[in-house]
Nanobody, 122 residues
Framework: QVQMVESGGGLVQAGDSLSLSCAVS????????VAWFRQAAGKEREFVAA????????AHADSVIGRFTISMDNAKKMVYLQMNSLKPEDTAGYYC???????????????WGQGTQVTVSS
Protein backbone atom coordinates (compact mmCIF):
# COMPACT_ATOMS: atom_id res chain seq x y z
CA GLN A 1 0.00 0.00 0.00
CA VAL A 2 1.33 3.41 -1.03
CA GLN A 3 0.22 6.60 0.69
CA MET A 4 0.53 10.07 -0.79
CA VAL A 5 0.14 13.40 1.03
CA GLU A 6 0.29 16.70 -0.86
CA SER A 7 1.09 20.11 0.56
CA GLY A 8 2.07 23.58 -0.60
CA GLY A 9 -1.05 24.87 -2.32
CA GLY A 10 -2.36 28.35 -1.79
CA LEU A 11 -3.59 31.60 -3.30
CA VAL A 12 -1.12 33.51 -5.48
CA GLN A 13 -1.12 36.19 -8.17
CA ALA A 14 -0.50 35.59 -11.86
CA GLY A 15 3.22 35.41 -12.54
CA ASP A 16 4.08 34.13 -9.08
CA SER A 17 5.77 30.85 -8.21
CA LEU A 18 4.69 28.02 -5.95
CA SER A 19 6.22 24.69 -4.98
CA LEU A 20 4.10 21.64 -4.20
CA SER A 21 5.31 18.63 -2.24
CA CYS A 22 4.12 15.04 -2.14
CA ALA A 23 5.25 12.81 0.72
CA VAL A 24 5.30 9.16 -0.30
CA SER A 25 5.18 6.24 2.11
CA UNK A 26 4.87 2.51 1.69
CA UNK A 27 6.50 0.19 -0.80
CA UNK A 28 8.15 1.84 -3.79
CA UNK A 29 10.33 0.42 -6.54
CA UNK A 30 12.75 1.83 -9.08
CA UNK A 31 10.35 1.41 -12.00
CA UNK A 32 7.38 2.96 -10.21
CA UNK A 33 6.05 6.29 -11.46
CA VAL A 34 4.81 9.25 -9.45
CA ALA A 35 2.71 11.83 -11.26
CA TRP A 36 0.97 15.13 -10.68
CA PHE A 37 -2.56 15.64 -11.97
CA ARG A 38 -4.87 18.60 -11.65
CA GLN A 39 -8.60 19.04 -11.84
CA ALA A 40 -10.25 22.41 -12.34
CA ALA A 41 -13.91 23.08 -11.65
CA GLY A 42 -16.06 21.51 -14.33
CA LYS A 43 -13.09 19.81 -16.01
CA GLU A 44 -11.70 16.30 -16.15
CA ARG A 45 -8.59 15.36 -14.26
CA GLU A 46 -5.59 16.43 -16.34
CA PHE A 47 -2.03 15.09 -16.49
CA VAL A 48 0.61 17.60 -15.42
CA ALA A 49 3.93 15.78 -14.99
CA ALA A 50 5.45 12.44 -14.02
CA UNK A 51 8.76 11.06 -12.85
CA UNK A 52 10.16 7.57 -12.55
CA UNK A 53 11.14 6.71 -8.99
CA UNK A 54 14.67 6.00 -10.17
CA UNK A 55 14.82 9.61 -11.36
CA UNK A 56 15.91 8.54 -14.82
CA UNK A 57 13.16 10.21 -16.83
CA UNK A 58 10.38 12.78 -16.60
CA ALA A 59 7.38 13.85 -18.64
CA HIS A 60 5.47 17.13 -18.65
CA ALA A 61 2.21 18.19 -20.24
CA ASP A 62 2.53 20.61 -23.15
CA SER A 63 0.60 23.24 -21.22
CA VAL A 64 3.25 23.44 -18.49
CA ILE A 65 6.52 22.88 -20.37
CA GLY A 66 8.94 25.65 -19.54
CA ARG A 67 6.99 26.67 -16.44
CA PHE A 68 6.60 23.57 -14.23
CA THR A 69 9.29 21.08 -13.24
CA ILE A 70 8.82 17.77 -11.46
CA SER A 71 11.61 16.41 -9.27
CA MET A 72 12.12 13.99 -6.41
CA ASP A 73 14.30 13.20 -3.44
CA ASN A 74 14.62 9.44 -2.96
CA ALA A 75 16.19 9.72 0.49
CA LYS A 76 13.27 11.79 1.77
CA LYS A 77 10.66 9.96 -0.34
CA MET A 78 9.38 13.30 -1.56
CA VAL A 79 8.16 14.40 -4.98
CA TYR A 80 7.98 18.08 -5.88
CA LEU A 81 6.32 20.25 -8.47
CA GLN A 82 7.96 23.62 -8.96
CA MET A 83 5.45 25.95 -10.59
CA ASN A 84 6.65 29.22 -12.12
CA SER A 85 4.91 31.94 -14.14
CA LEU A 86 1.55 30.82 -12.83
CA LYS A 87 -1.54 31.71 -14.81
CA PRO A 88 -5.21 31.85 -13.80
CA GLU A 89 -5.71 28.81 -16.05
CA ASP A 90 -3.52 26.83 -13.63
CA THR A 91 -6.16 27.15 -10.91
CA ALA A 92 -7.14 23.63 -9.86
CA GLY A 93 -6.87 20.98 -7.22
CA TYR A 94 -3.49 19.30 -7.59
CA TYR A 95 -3.05 15.61 -6.80
CA CYS A 96 -0.10 13.27 -6.70
CA UNK A 97 -0.50 9.65 -7.72
CA UNK A 98 1.54 6.46 -8.03
CA UNK A 99 1.55 3.65 -10.58
CA UNK A 100 3.72 0.74 -11.63
CA UNK A 101 3.74 1.83 -15.28
CA UNK A 102 3.86 5.32 -16.78
CA UNK A 103 0.61 6.74 -18.12
CA UNK A 104 -0.82 10.15 -18.95
CA UNK A 105 -4.31 9.02 -17.93
CA UNK A 106 -5.66 9.22 -14.41
CA UNK A 107 -7.16 5.74 -14.73
CA UNK A 108 -3.66 4.32 -14.91
CA UNK A 109 -2.83 5.26 -11.33
CA UNK A 110 -3.66 3.16 -8.30
CA UNK A 111 -2.83 5.42 -5.37
CA TRP A 112 -3.84 9.05 -4.86
CA GLY A 113 -3.39 11.81 -2.34
CA GLN A 114 -6.21 14.01 -1.11
CA GLY A 115 -5.09 16.99 -3.16
CA THR A 116 -4.04 20.56 -2.49
CA GLN A 117 -5.75 23.63 -3.95
CA VAL A 118 -3.87 26.12 -6.10
CA THR A 119 -5.67 29.35 -6.93
CA VAL A 120 -4.11 31.96 -9.21
CA SER A 121 -5.70 35.39 -9.33
CA SER A 122 -5.59 37.61 -12.40
Amino acid sequence: QVQMVESGGGLVQAGDSLSLSCAVSGRTYNNDVVAWFRQAAGKEREFVAAIRWSGGSTAHADSVIGRFTISMDNAKKMVYLQMNSLKPEDTAGYYCASANVFSRKAAGYNYWGQGTQVTVSS
